[in-house]
């Protein structure tokens, strides 16, 4: 069992930047894949980031792609999102997940993939 817990959302002008932290229990954090999803009321959740266990391969959609950036220290047992040039669309609650694989170098992008989920930290991007 693995619990997620986020933090660093806030409340940031469009243009700025946040940087969003995962902090996770358990002693088995370096054999998960992790990803960063968003939600915002009335939508599905949307995918935003992902990482390998071994924090080598990366992977973003076209929506956020050169503008967050997804990392990990298995050391520390957290995965970070460095947001930079946030937009007023940026604005939802932003998850971290976790999936247990046995492939250091795997990713996932599909929320179904993924089994632990942290409780969510609020991002609003302002005019």
């Known amino acids: 069992q693995v619990q997620l817990v986020e933090s660093g959302g806030g409340l940031v002008q469009a243009g700025g930047s946040l940087r969003l932290s995962c902090e996770a229990s358990g002693r088995t954090f370096s054999s998960y894949a992790m990803g960063w999803f968003r939600q915002t009321p009335g939508k599905d959740r949307e995918f935003v980031a992902a990482?390998?266990?071994?924090?080598?391969?990366?992977y973003y959609p076209d929506s956020v792609k050169g503008r967050f950036t997804i990392s990990r220290d298995n050391a520390k047992n957290t995965v970070s999102l460095q947001m930079n040039s946030l937009k007023l669309e940026d604005t939802a609650l932003y998850y971290c997940a976790g999936k247990y694989t046995r492939s250091s170098y795997t990713y996932y992008v599909n929320t179904q993939i993924y089994d632990f989920w942290g409780q969510g930290t609020q991002v609003t991007v302002s005019s």
């Open positions: 990482i390998s266990p071994n924090a080598e391969r990366t």
